[in-house]
């Protein structure tokens, strides 16, 4: 069954500091989207990509934070200068598109990557 | 706004016990609702998704949940819990409007005993 695939599992950074979480969405699917889920709390929405530019966003998603289409394969989340407070597992996610082609929202997420801010 | 809200932070249960996990949403047009599941240690998985037609779904490893327009509802059932249910359980909705982020609430952990 194909998977979303994230790297790293796990990453360690200082506060202030640049980091980049990797996804590869599943091959076909055309709608990307980064959630976060904060430790004990709930997973929210962060961003969706769709054609190379974001469709939508959440307020989470200031300025510190952006995504790129880099090639046909990878998925980036960029967190320009790290917070104590972006600590948590972010999951990347794919989807078929608004419909799908087999008229269904076909989600699939990735294992996530827990970013833990120092 | 769209919101999701599931009523029972951490649900213990002795295996064989039924299990119903309560989900209402918020918003007044056509949605689209899911439940995820995430094991200790493991990624979100679909358990099972209700888009439109019977109201009744069922999904993966004996799952159940029932969309009840009027109530706003999306309760998730199983009739006998194993402890390899132990989890922590996620309802999700859509609205029709948007290009595709789902609003998750805060979970419902479960944790069964053997």
């Known amino acids: 069954e194909p998977e979303v695939t994230q790297t790293p599992s796990h990453q360690v950074t200082q506060m202030g500091q640049e980091v980049i979480l990797r996804c590869v969405p599943i091959?076909?699917?055309?709608?990307f989207y980064w959630y976060r889920q904060i430790l004990g709390q709930k997973v929210e929405f962060l961003v969706s990509f769709y054609n190379n530019e974001i469709s939508e966003k959440s307020e989470i998603f200031d300025d510190q934070f952006s995504v790129e289409r880099p090639d046909g394969s990878n998925f980036t989340l960029k967190i320009r200068s790290t917070k104590l407070e972006d600590s948590a597992m972010y999951f990347c996610a794919s989807s078929e598109g608004a419909r799908g082609l087999s008229g269904n929202y076909g989600y699939t997420f990735g294992s996530g990557t827990r970013l833990t801010v120092v | 706004a769209q919101s999701v809200s599931q009523h029972n932070h951490h649900v213990i249960l002795s295996e064989a016990a039924s299990l119903e996990l309560g989900c209402n949403y918020s918003?007044?047009?056509?949605?689209?609702l899911f439940w995820y599941v995430q094991y200790p240690g493991q990624h979100l998985q679909l358990l099972l998704k209700y888009f439109s037609g019977d109201p009744l779904v069922k999904g993966i490893k004996g799952f159940e949940a029932e969309f009840i327009k009027s109530k706003f509802s999306f309760n998730l059932r199983k009739p006998s819990v194993q402890w390899s249910d132990t989890a922590e359980y996620f309802c999700a909705v859509k609205g029709g409007g948007s290009q595709g982020n789902l609003i998750f609430g805060k979970g419902t952990k479960l944790s069964v005993k053997p």
């Open positions: 918003y007044g047009g056509t949605v689209n």
């Open positions: 091959s076909n699917h055309l709608y």
